[in-house]
């Protein structure tokens, strides 16, 4: 059959694969996939149609799925964990260092505490918003995320310096 196919249409090469000595060792498949579908959909869909592949062959087939909605989920999962991880990480470091700068001005720790507050609150708001509104975590709402830790933390860190100031006033 496949011998056909590739005599028929020279072009099926590109799904066919034959080794040197002439036995056909891969196929591919193309499935299509809804346009507006969620990577995460796409990819269970897919993984289901290869694992339904396998079931139903009796010979010793595998089959993988494979493509770019699948790589971008799998990219996507991965960047999420990493900025959840360096969001703990950097909001931990920067509560620890402004407790210890506020400490060593001469000002109570607790000040490092309410300084990180609004940027808390801040990142809360973006991720409950995105949430709500069905907003996939990607590289660009990744980067929104980190760009209000950046910036929240030096906006914080000028209101609670005037809080202080007034204070001594």
Known sequence: LYNQVLELNP?????????????????????????????????????????????????????????????????????????????????????VFMAVAYRLTGNPASLGVVTLLPVVFSVAWILGSMWLLNIPFNTLTGTITSLTVGLGIAYSIHISSRYELELRR
């Open 11 to 95: 072009g099926a090469s590109q799904a066919i694969y034959r080794n040197e000595d002439g036995e056909y060792e891969a196929l591919r498949l193309t499935i299509a996939v809804q346009g507006d579908a969620s990577g995460s959909a796409v990819t269970d869909d897919l993984q289901g149609a290869a694992d339904e592949i396998e079931s139903n062959t009796e010979s010793e087939l595998s089959a993988v799925a494979t493509g770019d909605q699948i790589i971008f989920n799998e990219v996507e999962q991965d960047l999420l964990t990493t900025v959840i991880q360096g969001l703990i990480i950097t909001l931990v470091s920067v509560f």
